[in-house]
């Protein structure tokens, strides 16, 4: 629950006049959010949210990590590619398939990718980005996921659509509640 006010306070900050938030404004509030942190030696907004913009567990890191995905592809896979409907079991979000898909969508809408599959090499690219733990790609996943109409803003509405997911991903079924009123 922590991790998704974080996110919803960080939102918040970034809200231009007509209810948006633009990417380019969600970056500059983070680097000076930074910024301010390492002067005054506190933990910023920006960086609890970092640590609230974490997609997946990773249990082992790398190569470990990236190894397995790539055996569950080998398992998953037919004729080189790995069904949308199979990407959740293949990074290990299997029990989040819902939020797995919302992450696959937003990564193929990045690529510019308009089918429902992906390569061994796509994958890769998907997974290097899922895995990164800087904040900038953390918030620009999120962002993706958020602004389905590409339109570089979000809307009111898009952040209600995200929390209800994030909250049913996470059964949190009292924010989910709160999200739609």
């Known amino acids: ?56 567990s990773i249990k082992t890191h790398g190569v470990d990590a990236w190894n397995e ?13 790995l069904d949308r409907s199979d990407f959740a079991q293949c990074i290990g979000m299997k029990d989040s398939k819902g939020f797995a898909l919302e992450v696959f969508d937003a990564l193929s809408r990045r690529r ?15 997974w290097s980005q899922i895995a990164d733990e800087s904040f900038e790609s953390r918030l620009q ?4 996921m958020v602004d389905k109409n590409e339109d570089g803003r979000i809307t009111e509405e898009e952040v209600k659509e995200i929390i209800m997911l994030s909250a ?9 509640e709160q999200a739609e009123e």
């Open 1 to 56: 629950m922590g991790r998704l006010v974080v996110l919803l306070l960080l939102l918040l900050v970034m809200t231009t006049k007509n209810g948006e938030v633009s990417s380019a404004k969600a970056a500059t509030t983070s680097a000076k959010a930074s910024q301010r942190a390492q002067l005054y030696g506190i933990q910023s907004g920006a960086e609890k949210a970092h640590r609230g913009l974490r997609f997946i």
């Open 69 to 81: 995905v790539q055996s569950c592809f080998d398992k998953l896979a037919k004729y080189g590619f």
């Open 112 to 126: 510019r990718l308009k089918r429902d599959k992906i390569s061994r090499d796509e994958l890769h690219e998907f």
């Open 141 to 144: 996943v999120f962002f993706d």
């Open 168 to 176: 049913s991903a996470n059964k949190l079924s009292r924010v989910n």
